[in-house]
């Protein structure tokens, strides 16, 4: 084991498969020469030049798309969208070009690429610079969809995605960049469609996503003390979405909470709840909870935004609220 | 300037430009049997653009291809059968009823797919023109797309990194002047959509795009500067759609400004003028009627074909999504 700040995880995630496949290559704005926004691409420039790493111009739709023909010609391109809330400024190409054409195309193509792009608030970022896309990206057919917690996670999971034939998007939390995490470097690729139980439990399965696996970790310690067994478990994908590893789970707890910083409205808590009431309703002592960023846009303040966005004490909050019952 | 066509070539447009015809003709009758489910784009009046540039490339370039692509497939020699099959929404075509005339692909040919969002797939073409780069292949692609897909932000992401990075990338402009029933010429202050080119620093050319012998000229010319690493080039076919934006669409608003516009465009009709003018180059008649006979029985073949094909099995709906 040895500490590995998250972002140099992603960093070395991208130079073992840039070295280990030459049709690996990347492209985005500001990668390169100063190696990335949130600097998970150090050094990469240097290694591999120009063609393989590819600073952009400030054209997200244009980029994507060009993924999109590279990935159909021969090339397994990441894409980097500096912020998840750029997804919409190229969502025709992601949506209705990448995550499509295989479909479209009777399954003669494959599109092996990936958009990779840094989600949550926290940062004082603003409205437009502070989103969760993972649940509108979820909305649509055609892509992989991950949401890695720790560094061990977006390293295994960023090299499986660049493994896979198919479009993934690597949803990364711009909170953990800087944080240190113990890796194994034994474990290499982390299984895409997997969630991993990060704590055991017996009264509570909280299920979580991206950073919020280590405030639930954090609530969890905390609600031990109170004799409360919170089991939580680290999603890593919501698609595909590991149902058999929640309800497995919720059967041995008989309750479920959900946490995700996407909005509520339509949200990953909203789907895992009822994706699977049909096979847990019976197993419930309490009604399913969730903890999402609610239907606000995300305000700039500190003083506004953090009541706003998930937090371990919300946490602790509503596992009361449903242990209680 | 570019040699001339050999007498190979010159039949070859012909060929082409003819199966084309034939192919939407039948598309058409299709639609007006009610056999076909949805819309289609036609391509009619257009034929003698898809012909040159076509031409003018080799086996293994790509093609980006828009709604009204069927031109671009026949084009490359796509099997006209899985074509109509695929219109149809049957088993048998090249997405198996998945993609319709709006998305047919064929990846063997380096169709990268036909696009139903306008100016979707620039970016796409120009993605595969980094790849073939990338790869030190030599290859090129082509972007076809029409004139309003030029008012798209995809446009100009596209070209101007083709051009900033050299890219072997060529983008035809089928400007047949209408955006649905918008004229290009109410919504953009340029009148040849070309001499954008200039703002990206890379050559653009006009052509007449009722010429199949121009069109290929001056697409042999950036085909060339695009495999010599001298970067992308537009061309802009000047062109008319015969009918509406789809089938069933009178396009009856194209007459507001000149209520002969339709009737002087198709006085110019590329198959029409390009058979005459074969004829008097010398190829003779009964080469051009030969042509024709075998077109015909193959259109006639590819139309049985996709009729008498079968739908898909409903569960087929859920296939193809993602691969293993």
Not at chain 1, 43 to 56: H, I, N
Not at chain 1, 178 to 207: C, H, M, Q
Not at chain 1, 245 to 252: D, G, L, N, T, Y
Not at chain 1, 266 to 281: R, T, V
Request: aromatic share 8%; glycine share 8%; proline share 4%.
């Amino acid at each position: 084991m040895r500490e590995i700040q998250y972002r140099d995880a992603v960093c070395e995630a991208l130079d073992e498969e840039m070295a280990r496949d030459p049709n690996v290559m990347m492209i985005g704005e500001d990668v390169a020469f100063i190696g990335g926004n949130f600097k998970t691409s150090v050094g990469l420039y240097e290694k591999y030049g120009d063609l393989r790493m590819k600073d952009s111009p400030i054209s997200e739709a244009g980029i994507v798309g060009m993924g999109v023909g590279m990935a159909l010609t021969g090339l397994r391109p990441v894409v980097e969208l500096m912020f998840s809330d750029f997804l919409l400024v190229a969502a025709d190409q992601v949506i209705n070009q990448m995550a499509k054409i295989r479909y479209m195309s009777g399954g003669q193509a494959k599109v092996p690429m990936v958009i990779r792009c840094p989600i949550g608030g926290g940062r004082s970022s603003a409205a437009q610079h502070s989103q969760s896309m993972q649940a509108m990206v979820s909305h649509f057919p055609g892509m992989k969809v991950l949401v890695p917690s720790t560094a061990q996670e977006v390293k295994g999971l960023l090299k499986a995605a660049i493994r896979d034939d198919n479009p993934v998007v690597v949803f990364e939390h711009k909170m953990e960049y800087s944080n240190k995490f113990e890796i194994d470097d034994s474990i290499e690729l982390i299984p895409i469609g997997k969630a991993d139980v990060k704590r055991e439990g017996t009264d509570i399965t909280i299920v979580a996503t991206s950073s919020q696996v280590m405030k639930s970790l954090k609530a969890a310690e905390k609600l031990a003390g109170e004799e409360i067994s919170a089991e939580v478990i680290d999603l890593r994908s919501i698609i595909p979405l590991d149902r058999d590893a929640i309800i497995r789970s919720v059967k041995k707890t008989g309750r479920l909470l959900i946490v995700d910083e996407a909005y509520e409205f339509c949200g990953i808590g909203a789907e895992i709840a009822a994706n699977l009431q049909e096979d847990i309703f019976y197993d419930l002592d309490a009604p399913i909870g969730r903890i999402a960023t609610p239907n606000v846009p995300l305000p700039f303040s500190p003083a506004l935004e953090f009541p706003i966005i998930p937090s371990v004490e919300k946490i602790i909050a509503r596992v009361h609220d449903l242990t209680q019952r | 300037m570019a040699k001339k066509p050999t007498k190979k070539l010159y039949t070859d447009f012909y060929r082409t430009m003819f199966k084309m015809r034939r192919f939407e003709e039948e598309v058409f009758e299709f639609y007006k049997k009610g056999l076909m489910p949805g819309l289609a784009h036609l391509y009619l009046g257009e034929e003698a653009v898809a012909t040159g540039c076509c031409a003018a490339i080799a086996a293994d370039d790509y093609i980006g291809s828009s709604h009204r692509g069927h031109g671009h497939l026949v084009a490359r020699g796509a099997d006209t059968a899985k074509m109509m099959a695929e219109i149809l929404g049957k088993e048998t075509g090249y997405s198996h009823g998945k993609g319709g005339s709006m998305h047919i692909m064929a990846l063997d040919l380096g169709i990268l797919g036909a696009n139903g969002i306008v100016g979707g797939e620039i970016p796409i073409a120009t993605g595969a023109a980094y790849s073939a780069l990338y790869r030190g292949t030599k290859q090129v692609a082509v972007s076809f797309f029409g004139d309003s897909a030029t008012n798209e932000g995809t446009f100009h992401e596209s070209v101007n990194m083709a051009a900033a990075w050299n890219l072997p990338c060529i983008y035809v402009i089928e400007n047949n002047l209408y955006g649905i029933s918008v004229d290009i010429r109410d919504v953009t202050n340029t009148e040849n959509l070309a001499d954008r080119a200039k703002g990206y620093g890379i050559p653009g050319v006009v052509v007449d795009g009722m010429d199949v012998e121009a069109v290929y000229a001056v697409m042999e010319e950036a085909v060339a500067r695009a495999r010599a690493g001298k970067g992308p080039t537009i061309i802009e076919a000047k062109t008319y759609r015969w009918q509406g934006h789809h089938v069933g669409d009178p396009g009856d608003y194209r007459l507001r400004r000149d209520t002969k516009e339709k009737e002087k465009w198709m006085k110019r009709d590329p198959v029409a003028a390009f058979r005459a003018k074969a004829i008097k180059d010398g190829i003779p008649e009964s080469e051009i009627l030969k042509i024709e006979n075998e077109i015909e029985t193959e259109i006639r073949a590819a139309v049985k074909f996709a009729v008498d094909s079968p739908y898909p099995d409903p569960s087929e709906a859920f296939d193809d999504i993602f691969c293993e």
